[in-house]
């Protein structure tokens, strides 16, 4: 039933069998007899479950660390931290959950007044690639968490993490119908999205699939949270302690081999540092370890998909026709793309204005602090903005002009179970994570008691 292959186009991976119109509508039934069971669990029920899951997730680190690897090939290192954070946002929310579904008491001249937080239901999740267990757990965690069911159709290049993850929610013990992945195609998900059952998507992808599958949830009323590409801004003004910022600045941008929706992608750099900045910035990337994915110290792994890579070479050509310079890197081999930089770069430029999915680096040089600012939101997308700097007084004044989801100073956008993630604009809107992201499938029900 499952076929093992190597095609051009991906990374090693499992093409299981598509479930058949039949086998879905099964999904579902169980899905929606798993919801009323599971709703009527208490919180400390599901937080067992949830902290079983930790604990296999530890155990198991190796094992889903390599298969992340393989199919994906994103460095083990990387994986590995995966995995453990993967865990960390369970620990989160089997420490928090009980508080954040608290009643919310509110004075009103009632006896009683307050919020109450029921779940909704079944929830389909539309997950990619990039962190295939991270952008899973982090989902599947909190909505569970609330007292929804989860459906998942995940990436199809990770075909094999989607069937681990399945096997994952079986073996902590929750129970049937509450964690299901379905493998299928586009038309299907549309009727699923149909179904009176499905009271929420979840979609982490691209702008394109999330429009498309936005109308689709809008014509049937239903509640979605979307989590798309980002164009972050990295802002350097003048006075950034780089000695002390350049690894995570070169993080920002590397990691997971420039996969990554908060990765920095347009360096905005003012006039008076750009030549220290763009001379230590080239040493650090020259510096990083590429290899093969499987080894331990390498830093720059493969591209997730040869298609993939084509994309950001032409992305790469037509900046440079528009004027933008090749400064470091910039060849490629298989599915490998060397770390690269560009400089020159300015709006216009498909670098500047578009998503940049591997390790590209465009950097902009910006006439002073106000330009720099300015450059930095002029994008259609809003996850995030980071500024170094020394001056924080500054940078909080700066907090007003930064239309985005989350902006970090001194520190490289990331994101962290304590605290709320999402974009604004292009980026998406709902957030995950934290209570914020607890409480996106949650029916906040007004009580009024007299
Ligand atoms: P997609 O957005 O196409 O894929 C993400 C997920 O959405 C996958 O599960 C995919 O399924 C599914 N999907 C896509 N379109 C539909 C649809 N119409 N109906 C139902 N499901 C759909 O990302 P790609 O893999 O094509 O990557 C392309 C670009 O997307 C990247 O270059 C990057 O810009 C952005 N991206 C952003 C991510 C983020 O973290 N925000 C993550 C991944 C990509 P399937 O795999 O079967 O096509």
Redesign the pocket.
Known sequence: MIDTSENKNTQKTVKPQEHTQKQLEGILALAQTGFLQWRKTSIAQRTTSLEYLSNLLLERKREYAELMTQEMGKPISQSLAEIEKCAWVCDFYVKNATRFLADELIQTEADESFISHDPLGVILG?????FPFW?VIRFAAPTLTAGNVVIL?????VSGCALALDQLFKDAGFPKGCFQTIFTD?DA?EDIISDQRIQGVS????E??GK??ASIAGKHMIKTVM????NNACVIWEDANLDKHMDTIVNARMQNTGQ??IAAKRFIVVDDIYEDFIEKFKEAVQKLIAGEPEDEDTEIGLMARTD?LE?LEVQIRKSVDQGAKVTLGNRSEGSYFEPTILEQVKPGMPVFDE?V?GPVAAVIRAKNRHDSLEMASNSKFGLGTMLFTEDIESARKAIGSIPDGSFFVNEMVKSDPRLPFGGTKSSGYGRELSKEGLLEFVNKKTVYIN
């Open positions: 539309i997950m990619p690639w990039n952008q159709k995940h990436a199809s290049n586009y998900i979609l982490t992808g691209s394109k699939a498309s599958i989590e798309l590409g980002g990554s929706c993939l994309g998503e999915f």
